[in-house]
Structures are given as C-alpha cells and as structure tokens.
C-alpha cells in the first residue's frame, strides 16, 4: 500500500485505541489484492492467505467470490482473547487494543472448514493440523 | 516459496558463487505471480515490479505476454558492476558473487522506455525520475 | 562480532548438525563483553542479560565473578526439549538441532534463584513473575 | 532502554517535527552505557561506537572522559544535508526533520583525527578508509 493512504481515511487508519477503519482507496486495493490472488491460484500456485476479516461474514463473502470454483480450506485461528491482548502486548510493536477490539469481530458469521485455537496449542502443532487438511482437501498440489 | 524449494534443483539454488539456477517448480510459482500481478492491475491496481531478469530478453517477453493490453513503463536500474559489487559486500546478507554474475545479463536483449543509473544517483532522485515518467505514461490512476 | 570471526575456528561455528563451538577470540570478547556488563550495572544501569549457557555451571562462574558485588537474579528459562525443537522450526531462521543440542546442558549445574517454565506459559506470565522478583531481589532501581 | 523511557519527558522523545529531546533517565542510562563500552575496551575488545552528538562537543567531551587513556579514533561522518534529507525520507521508517535538524549540530566543536563524507562516497570506500585509519592508530588488536 502507497505510504499516502497510511493514516489516511481514504486508506488505513489505526485509532489510538487500536480500532482500525479502512476508506475507499483501500477497498479498491483489497479488491485487486484478492482478485490477483485467486488468478495466482488459478494458475497453479497453492497459496495460503492469512488474513484478519475486520468484516466478519462479509469479509469471507468478497473472498469467495473471488475463488468461486476453487479449492478451499477455511481455517479459523482462535485464541482466548486475554492470552491475545497478552501477546500483543509481548510483541512490542502493535498499537495496543487491536487484537481485544478484533478477538470477537472477526469470526462473526464466518464459517469454517477446520478450527485452531493457538491459546494452549504451539504453532506448529496447528500448522500441522491445518497442513493434513489441505492435502485431504485440496490435493498435494504444485 | 515454500522452504521445500529453497536450495532445491526443482526450486532455486543459490551457488557458493553466487549463481542462481531455477528449476520447474520455480518456474510455475512465477507464471502464476505473474498472472497474479497482472491481474491485480486489470482490477485497478498500480503496481511496481522489482524484478531480477535472469533471462534478460526472456524474462520480459514472459511479463510482456502477461501484462498484454496494459500500461506498463518498462525502467532499466542499473549500476556499476563494481560499485555493485561493493553495495552487496556492505550488505553483509548476500552470497557474494550475485552483482557480479548479474550485473550484465539481467539487461541483455532488454528494452526499457527509461533508464536510471544508481551509480552516482540517489535513490530518492531515481525514484522521483520513475515516479514522473510513470504519470506520464500509465495517467494518475488509483 | 566482527564477519571474520564467524564461522571461523578462532570465532564461533554453528555445524550443520547445529552444535555451536567457540574458539579463543570469542571468549576473549565475551569476557570484554562480561566485563563491560557489569561496568553498566555499577555505572547505574539496570540491565537483562539473555544468555545461553552452553558451559553451563563454568558460564555461570565466569558472570559470577565478574558481577561480583551487585544485586543479581540468576533465572532460569526451561522449555520441554520436544517443543523447543517445535519452535526452533517454527521460527524458521535456525540451524536445526541447536535447541536438542542445548536444551539439558544449558543447565548442567547452574543454580538459579527463580525458574520459569514456558512450555505451557504465555511468555508475558514468565516476563511478569520475573519483574516481580527482580523488584524483590534488586529493587525498584533507575 | 525500557519502554517506559520511550516518548517520556525523562526519556527520550521525537517531536513531530523530528527534534529529538531527552531527560535525567536517558543521560543516566547514556553515562551508564559509555562507562560500560569503555571498560569494554579495557578488557580487550576492539569497538566501533556509530554515535550521534546531539550536544556537540559537550558530547564528545563525556565520551572523551569515558575512554580516558585509551587509543581512540574520532570519525566524522558527513552528509550533504540536502542528500541526508532525502535518505531520510527514502528510508521510510524515520520522523522527518530528524535529518535537516541534526546534519549541523552533531559537529559543532567536535574535534576529528579523519572526516568521510558519505554524499558521493560509497559505503564500502568510506568504511575501507576508516578501517585503515583505526589500523594505523590503535594497531591490528584481538
């Protein structure tokens, strides 16, 4: 994303107290990311998308759309939202309210293929579990 | 690229000279980012490819038949091969020997609609160049 | 470190099996590096060392004597082996083998005036119990 | 520093306009720093401090103390500060002003044993200068 549509309300924003608001310039730009992702799919690349639906259900809708006729794993990836802000917090660079005002938002009305929760589990452990899945659901692939 | 293609003959190998070969795999990952990016433009994207043209002349007829129909500004980044060669040594992060082995066959057979030279340009002037030729041949976009 | 001192003999060397030798002019500069520690400290500054041990109970005595004097909390930060091995893959920017290697002899005689375990605890909670005890231990400080 | 010395009146802080400010703690922590870095180099180590002197000569004269009787060798490093300005901005993650506020006072009154001047000058070839320089005044070292 151009730096211009940073801390712009057209682009991207991030509230002092973490909410993040996209404008138009950015819609258009997500537009393009996805329907160039689903091209990349369609020509052979097996692509993983970790992304944040700050929509929730109407997040999922604009990328399956942009797949429709692909081959897809939803995978939702949990985390009790205390353990998150915690995390957030560790991590030292994030403004601080992000993960507490999203942890709910964006698994709402989402629906899922396979479901993760990273509270007690280790990252690989999860990765694992979502990588069996993808070969039963999608194929082995390029 | 998945880690299973780094320093693989199916993906891409970086010799203890420096030299890069790419194999089938790597060569179908970037048919399908080149189709992805082209398609991201089709959807109302601007976007700046920095790309190494291993192939020179083949390497560009393969961006030219993906990016058929659209503006593209076509921008030679060039530098001294010496000079080169002392920028990746101060990067401390590169096999030396790549500015070397690259510095002449990546523009081989090439055709630019601009050159910058960042020999004795700063990069903010080479960027100020690219960015007013830009508006003038792809218009204010997006 | 000075470039030259990597994988070289005199310096550090991480083997392709991940084990870790050092050589002469590594300890010298880490009995500089010790030294200039514990200069901080007695200049005012309260300071987190963050250091493998790989001498174990010979590590220790080397800060030991060079702390000599000053308020120090000695913690121990353990991790079940297996899921070390996890994270160091996860983290992807290792040499595998470097947490097996590590993991037991790290602690091979050290004594410890805390321990923390972040096998099933965020690392915030491990942070959190060892800002308390320093508090304890070595007061509020600068 | 802790985190609770960033943006604090005690600390250090960015202004919006790039003018950096800093209180009791950070010059606590700065002594505590440069007494640490000199005893370093008492103990063996051969050390390259990248500092900039937001007081000028008053902060050459605390380092000057610091590494009383030691071999030093003062470098400026120059900038047009029209180019430095654009570097600035190029690097993408500075407060800008930073540059036009601190090309000329970081000098004022300090005292050199050699001068790079980096608006024309590779790194690579202002380094190799520097490094023959430290050679021929404080010895080949550990």
Redesign the interface.
Known sequence: MP?ALQASAAGIEIATDGVVSVGP?FM??Q???T???????????RVIVDEVFLSGAASQERWRKALDGLDVLWVAVRCDPA?AV??E??R?DRVPGQAASQADVVHEGVVYDLEVDTT?A????C?RTIAAAALTSCGPG?
């Open positions: 730096a310039a258009t730009l537009a393009a990311w329907a160039g992702v689903a091209a990349m799919v369609r020509a052979g690349a353990v915690g995390r917090l560790a030292g007690h280790e990252s690989l452990a990765a390029a």
